[in-house]
């Protein structure tokens, strides 16, 4: 079985600029979450989605939204880039909101 | 204060070595325990998943929690070079909002 696939594995924008990242869940889990990992840290919680509603939001600028697609795919917008956002972009399913995740590869996001 | 802490290391240990990796807490109201592996490039891997108090093995992993002390415990046992890697623990209350440490960097010498 596939396992949680995320695009682009790489991109580079600019201060400023709009960035949208997808993720496709494991076949059969409902639940997706977004996480950003700087470097040496561990992931940090953005959102996370169940069934097309918002389960959980962490401490993250109105600048970062996300939805949830009939199909389980996930989308993450980030407006506005700053130099500071520049990260891994991780995306994790699980099948329901309380089991365990699994992640995906995740997205290098590098702002210039 | 941090919700999870984790000592980053680095941690060096000979192959065969038990290596001991801890994380501490100060949210009382988590009750889902779990440990992952990551690699360099690669996104974390799930290894053990736990709920509430207790032990639990897989393998020469061996998870345990001691929600009296705020405490979680990740051993492993015949280290072998294969498990260099960064290790990060994760707890959760109730499943809507992960919280991690900032992982541990492991290293086994052959």
């Known amino acids: 079985d596939a396992g949680v696939t995320q695009s682009p594995t790489h991109l580079i924008k600019t201060r400023g600029q709009h960035v949208t990242l997808r993720c496709s869940p494991i076949s059969g889990h409902k639940s997706v979450s977004w996480y950003q990992q700087v470097l040496g840290q561990g992931p940090q919680f953005i959102f996370q989605?169940?069934?097309?509603?918002?389960?959980g939001r962490g401490n993250f600028p109105d600048r970062f939204s996300a939805r949830q697609f009939p199909n389980y795919s996930s989308e993450l917008n980030v407006n506005a880039l700053l130099l500071g956002d520049s990260a891994l972009y991780l995306c994790a399913s699980s099948p329901d909101s309380n089991q365990p995740q699994h992640f995906g590869d995740g997205t290098r996001l590098s702002i210039l | 204060q941090k919700e999870v802490e984790q000592d980053p290391g680095p941690l060096s240990v000979p192959e065969g070595a038990i290596v001991s990796l801890n994380c501490t807490y100060s949210n009382s109201a988590f009750q889902y325990f779990m440990w992952y592996r990551q690699y360099s490039r690669k996104g974390p891997e799930l290894l053990m998943y736990t709920y509430s108090s207790g032990n639990k093995e897989d393998g020469r992993f061996t998870a345990q929690v001691d929600k009296s002390s705020k405490y979680i415990s990740l051993f492993i046992r015949d280290s072998q070079p294969s498990d260099s890697a960064t290790y990060l623990c994760?707890?959760?209350?109730?499943?809507?909002?992960?919280?991690f440490g900032t992982g541990t960097s492991l290293t086994v010498i052959p």
């Open positions: 994760a707890m959760t209350p109730a499943g809507n909002q992960f919280y």
């Open positions: 989605y169940y069934e097309k509603e918002e389960r």
